[in-house]
C-alpha cells in the first residue's frame, strides 16, 4: 500500500465547538461552515473548528459526499440541533443535550442551532470508512445501509444515545490535540474508532434492554447527572438523589440505567476519574490534591479507584508527563 493511501483514509473530521448567544441562528452546511439566515458564510460563531481532508482513494464531491453517502457523528453537549429538509417547515431531526448519533445525511439536510450557549461537535467520517470496521450484520450499519438504498436520510440508533464521561473525555483530547501532518492523522483516526466502539457498545446495550424515557422521567434522570457532577466532593445516598427530583429509589435505579447506560454511582465513579486524568495532563497537581479535588478522603483510595479504572496509578501518568519527577524521587 502507498504512504498516500494510508496516510489519508476515507476520513473528514471537523470539529464545531459553538458557544455565546447569538443574534442569528446558525445553519452548518455539510462542509462545516455556517450559513446566516441571509446566507452569507461566517465561522465567527466557531469557537474551534478543525478540518482534516478526506482520502485521495475515496475522494468526496462538491458537496462533501463521496458516492456511498456522507456520515456525521453528532455530539450535542450544550443546547439543542434540528435538522431542515427543503420540502419540511418543521424539523425532521432533533438532538437535544447530552445526546449523540451517527447520521447517514442527505444533500438537502441543513443543520440549525438554537440561540444561546451550545457545544456541538460534528465529525464526518466516509462510508466506506465505517463498514471496513464494523460487520455486515451490526444492527446500526444495517440501518444506514437502508437508508443508502433507499436515499434517504438514516440513524445509527433509532434512539439517540447518551454522551458519557468517556466520549467526553475523547472529544476533549480531540479539540485539544497538538498532533501534526502524519502523526495528526493517526491520532484523529484511533479517536474516532474509539467513538465508534463506544456507539456501538451503547447500541447493543439497547437492543439488549430497549426501554425508552418518557421527557419527564429522562428530565429528572438528567438533573440527577446534573447534581453528582457538579457536586462531586458531595456523598448522596440513591435517596436523598430520588427525593431532590420528585421519584423514588426504585425508579432512580431503573431510569437512570435506562437513560446512561450505568448505574448512578457507576456514572460517577467514570466522571470522576476522566475528570481526574485531564487534570494530572493538564496541570501540575499532587495526588493528594486531586484525591480531594475529585471527592475522595484518602489519596490511596483515589489511587486503587483510579488503578481499577485506567489500569494504572496517577502516579504514572504524573510521572509520564513530568519526567522530572520521577528523576528527583529516585536520588538518594
Known amino acids: 500500500m502507498k504512504n498516500s493511501e494510508f496516510l489519508a483514509s476515507s476520513l473528514e473530521i471537523v470539529l464545531i465547538t459553538l458557544t455565546l448567544a447569538q443574534r442569528y441562528i446558525s445553519d452548518m452546511t455539510p462542509k462545516g461552515e455556517i450559513l446566516t439566515q441571509q446566507g452569507v458564510n461566517s465561522n465567527e460563531v466557531f469557537s474551534f473548528q478543525k478540518n482534516i481532508t478526506p482520502g485521495f482513494s475515496n475522494p468526496i464531491g462538491p458537496e462533501g459526499e463521496s458516492e456511498r453517502g456522507s456520515l456525521q457523528m453528532i455530539f450535542v453537549l450544550k443546547g439543542t440541533l434540528k435538522g431542515f429538509v427543503p420540502v419540511s417547515k418543521k424539523a425532521v431531526l432533533l438532538i437535544n443535550n447530552n445526546q449523540h448519533n451517527l447520521i447517514l445525511k442527505s444533500r438537502e439536510l441543513q443543520w440549525q442551532a438554537e ?129 431532590m427530583v420528585g421519584t423514588n429509589e426504585f425508579n432512580l435505579k431503573r431510569n437512570f440505567k435506562v437513560a446512561f447506560g450505568v448505574t448512578v454511582y457507576g456514572y460517577l465513579t467514570q466522571h470522576k476519574m476522566e475528570l481526574a486524568r485531564s487534570i494530572l495532563l493538564e496541570q501540575n497537581i499532587t495526588i493528594a490534591d486531586l484525591a480531594e479535588k475529585t471527592g475522595y478522603k484518602y489519596a490511596t483510595h483515589f489511587s486503587s479507584a483510579f488503578k481499577r479504572y485506567f489500569g494504572y496509578l496517577p502516579n504514572m501518568l504524573r510521572n509520564t508527563k513530568n519526567p522530572s519527577h520521577s528523576t528527583k524521587s529516585s536520588r538518594p
Do not use: W
Not at 450557549?117 to 470496521?133: A, H, Q, T, V
Not at 444495517?142 to 458519557?164: D, P, R, T, V
Open 115 to 243: 440561540k444561546g450557549e451550545r457545544d456541538i461537535i460534528c465529525l464526518s467520517i466516509n462510508f466506506d470508512f465505517l463498514s471496513g470496521y464494523l460487520p455486515q450484520d451490526h444492527r446500526g450499519l444495517l440501518n444506514l445501509i437502508n437508508g443508502l438504498e433507499k436515499k434517504e436520510i438514516a440513524l445509527f440508533s433509532a434512539q439517540h444515545l447518551y454522551i458519557s464521561p468517556e466520549i467526553i473525555s475523547i472529544l476533549n483530547t480531540l479539540k485539544s490535540s497538538t498532533h501534526t501532518g502524519y502523526c495528526e492523522r493517526l491520532f484523529l483516526e484511533s479517536k474516532v474508532l474509539e467513538l465508534l466502539m463506544l456507539q456501538s457498545s451503547q447500541v447493543e446495550q439497547l437492543s439488549e434492554n430497549f426501554d425508552e424515557l418518557k421527557d419527564e422521567e429522562m428530565i429528572k434522570m438528567q438533573e440527577v447527572k446534573r447534581i453528582i457532577t457538579e457536586n462531586i466532593t458531595t456523598q448522596y445516598t440513591l435517596r436523598q438523589l430520588a427525593h
